[in-house]
Every structure is written in structure tokens, then in C-alpha cells.
């Protein structure tokens, strides 16, 4: 990715940790981990779940990503061991299409191409190590842009779906050609739409 491009380097999750260490993710007493450069801090808030912020290197200061709570942040020097190897990509839910893409584009964000899936399209960026997927309607609604959900890249997909057992979803074919996914079910109680795919070829 050119230096001149923001590049995601963190998530901040609100979710019980212990649910995302019985999925396999190594971290520390305060809830800190890391997947494949991108940073993941988890914390229980009884008030509310899902992903809160995002976090970046090189994104300029006064840039607004159209309300998504955003901070600077460091990638880390290193990932813990654990079943994940990468984050493949995060989404984001939005009612105005063309007002969040204008927005990111102006943040400096690396937009490689659009896609038109139904009643919704999608716009994707690359930033850095993953890519974020922009989903919302063909005719706005004027809702707001918010953080949505993750996949991960799984090297083993197959012995992980063995492992979640009852919480793991169908392992099927991708969008993307050659690769495999698997959806997380909610009774994981991981706070966020997840899914995990194998990796790319």
C-alpha cells in the first residue's frame, strides 16, 4: 500500500473478553490482543455491545470519517499466537452511500472499486493490512455510518468450526472465488458480527 494511504491499525470492541478468548484470541488481562498488524481491545460495557472505534496511522488529523469515532494508534509490533491470522476486512453500515464514501475518500482512504449486491452496494478500500467493505442502500435513508462487523482470516477454518461446535455457523463457499466462510453465531456472545475465512490465494 503506498505511505500516502491511512492505514487501519485497531478496533475497539465493546464485548465480554472472555467470549473472545473461548474463540481463540490470545489476550492480555486488560483485554489487548492484536490479529495480523491490527490491535483489538476488548472491554465489557453493560450499556452496549458492538465495535465502538477504529483506530489509524496516518489518517489526518482534521479528517472526519463521517462520524465513525476514530483515533491514532500504532500497528503492533506483533500478534499473539492463536487460530487468526489476519483481519480480511471490516464493514460498515451506512443509510448514505455516497455521503460516507465522499468522506472517506477526502480522509485519504485507498478505494479500489464498487459492487452492486441487490438492493445494496458496496465500496472497498484498502488500509494497510485489511480492507474495509461500505454497505448501504441504493436510494439513502440518511442513517448514520456505524461500524458493523469483522471477518478474520483462519489458516485451519475447518478445525475451528470443530472447535465452536454449536456456536459456529456453516462452513460455505465465499463470495470470493476459492475461498471458504464461516459466520460466528450470536450465542457466542461476542458482541459483533463475525465471520472467519480461509485465507487468499
Do not use: N
Not at 472505534?53 to 469515532?69: K, Q, V
Request: glycine letters at 14%; hydrophobic letters at 45%; charged letters at 25%.
Amino acid at each position: 500500500m503506498p505511505d500516502d494511504h491511512p492505514a487501519l491499525t485497531a478496533l475497539r470492541i465493546s464485548a465480554d473478553p472472555a467470549a473472545w478468548r473461548a474463540l481463540g484470541l490470545a489476550l492480555d488481562p486488560s483485554g489487548r490482543g492484536a490479529v495480523g498488524g491490527i490491535a483489538l481491545e476488548v472491554a465489557a460495557d453493560p450499556g452496549e455491545s458492538g465495535l465502538r472505534a477504529w483506530g489509524w496511522a496516518g489518517l489526518p488529523g482534521d479528517a472526519g470519517l463521517d462520524g465513525i469515532p476514530a483515533f491514532s494508534a500504532s500497528a503492533p509490533a506483533a500478534a499473539p499466537d492463536g487460530p487468526f491470522s489476519a483481519v480480511d476486512h471490516v464493514v460498515v453500515g451506512t443509510g448514505d452511500l455516497d455521503r460516507t464514501v465522499a468522506a472517506l475518500d477526502a480522509a485519504g482512504l485507498d478505494r479500489r472499486r464498487i459492487r452492486d449486491a441487490g438492493k445494496l452496494r458496496q465500496v472497498f478500500y484498502v488500509v494497510g493490512p485489511a480492507l474495509v467493505e461500505v454497505a448501504g442502500p441504493k436510494e439513502p435513508t440518511g442513517d448514520p455510518a456505524g461500524l458493523w462487523g469483522v471477518t478474520f482470516v483462519v489458516d485451519d477454518l475447518d478445525a475451528l468450526a470443530a472447535r465452536l461446535g454449536d456456536r459456529a455457523g456453516e462452513v460455505r463457499d465465499a463470495v470470493q472465488s476459492g475461498r471458504r466462510i464461516m459466520t460466528v453465531k450470536r450465542e457466542a456472545g461476542l458482541g459483533v458480527p463475525v465471520a472467519c475465512m480461509t485465507p487468499r490465494h
